[in-house]
């Protein structure tokens, strides 16, 4: 057997399983344990490649282009201490949702704990951030083509948000022509590879159940706090709690517009607070709010109810209200959830949301990072996108500018 072609056939059947769950970009670190599957990603029409000698730079492009995209995307690192370069990502993405899939080259098992060079135990490296993770055994023609596509699947098929790590081990000679070894064996899915549907399909669909107390809340006095958001979200989210007459706090990530701007200042004001605290429901669209005065509402506000609303799993809300944690689709949840027009029961909060922009536009007038977050929608060219640095960045700009509804912002939780 020709080792170094079958590790090219194990390693294309995995990129060619990958693809038909929606993969379309492969950001590659390459090294000499991954050269298998570098080859089988050069060889496979359906990718558009990424190269990068630093894998953690690598990692946060993928990160960044399943952001925008909305779709998984692959990174590709050779063995040893590269693979824990993509620690930050695999966090990141378990934090905000992304769809990343890390392939990590390992040592066959026998290379590992004996002081061969370059091994480290890369088995559940990653720890509990990765949303799965899958250790496949190293490369033989024992185990059917077919087993190793539905091990793809299965992970693929349930993974609605995060990572998935698949540690991939080879064997030595990694470099090689390519020749006719075990040919019969990646042919035996048949026409599989003539199709662009994957081998095992997974039902992972979760129809919105309305809340059957809805049309009674929707009649009180409520507030909605938007989170981070789509484009199309935001603006969903925000016509919503303008037809409901509900004041909208949006963070800088929503796009929802920000209807009331600079909360993270007018928060401070005992009206906003006295005015808020007459609320009966707030309703919580996306997490990572960023505001420290935002926050500090959050935490402290006792409505009667309190829901959270987000695709992702867990409570998203560390201030641990009692109430409703909705894991669905917000655009579908919006649908089972129509408002009922009703007049705005908060309106001085427009007032001092008015008084806060007069107020920062006049005092901000020197040039800083302060004067630039307040500028920033006027130096915005149109149809953009925006990405705002962690910590100082996003903060200032949330305190102290107003986004465009719509307009395509990105930013990473820290």
């Not at 349930?158 to 000679?173: C, D, Q, R, Y």
């Not at 929707?218 to 909605?224: H, S």
């Not at 007018?266 to 926050?295: D, E």
């Not at 006027?378 to 986004?403: I, M, Y």
Request: proline fraction near 8%.
């Amino acid at each position: 057997m020709s080792t170094s072609t079958f590790n090219r056939r194990w390693a294309g059947v995995i990129l060619e399983a990958l693809s038909r769950h929606g993969v379309r970009h492969l950001c590659i670190a390459p090294g000499s344990r991954s050269t298998p599957l570098t080859l089988a990603a050069a060889q496979n029409p359906a990718f558009t490649l990424h190269t990068h000698f630093d894998e953690r730079g690598l990692g946060h492009l993928a990160l960044g282009l399943a952001k925008a995209s909305g779709e998984p995307v692959a990174v590709i690192v050779t063995s040893g201490t590269a693979v824990a370069n993509l620690y930050p990502a695999v966090i990141e993405a378990g934090l905000t949702g992304e769809k990343l899939v890390a392939i990590t080259a390992d040592r066959p098992p026998e290379l590992i704990d004996c002081g061969a060079n370059q091994a480290i135990r890369q088995h559940a490296i990653f720890g509990s951030h990765p949303a799965a993770t899958l250790d496949l055994p190293r490369p033989t023609p024992s185990i059917p083509a077919a087993w190793l596509i539905s091990a793809i699947d299965e992970k693929m098929g349930v993974l609605k948000a995060g990572a998935l790590h698949i540690n991939v081990p080879f064997a030595e000679p990694l470099y090689g022509e390519l020749d006719e070894t075990d040919l019969a064996w990646q042919q035996a899915p048949g026409e599989w590879w003539q199709t662009k549907t994957p081998w095992l399909h997974y039902e992972n669909t979760q129809a919105v159940s309305a809340q059957a107390d809805w049309p009674f809340w929707r009649e009180q006095r409520g507030v909605v706090l938007a989170g981070r958001l789509t484009a199309q979200e935001g603006e969903a989210v925000a016509q919503w709690a303008a037809h409901l007459g509900w004041p909208l706090i949006g963070d800088v990530l929503s796009q929802t517009g920000q209807p009331l701007p600079y909360a993270d200042l007018w928060l401070a004001h005992p009206r906003a607070a006295a005015l808020l605290a007459q609320a009966q429901i707030v309703v919580q669209f996306g997490g990572s709010l960023t505001g420290k005065r935002v926050l500090q509402w959050q935490s402290e506000c006792r409505p009667q109810e309190y829901w959270v609303i987000d695709p992702l799993p867990g409570r998203l809300d560390p201030a641990h209200h009692r109430g409703r944690r909705i894991v669905a689709d917000i655009s579908a949840w919006l649908e089972q959830h129509p408002a009922r027009p009703a007049m705005p029961w908060a309106e001085p909060l427009e007032g001092l949301a008015a008084q806060t922009q007069h107020i920062v536009a006049r005092e901000l007038t020197e040039w800083g990072e302060a004067q630039v977050a307040h500028r920033l929608p006027e130096l915005l060219p149109a149809d953009g996108q925006l990405f705002l640095g962690n910590s100082l960045t996003v903060r200032l700009v949330d305190a102290l500018a107003q986004l465009p509804a719509g307009y395509t912002v990105y930013g990473n939780r820290g």
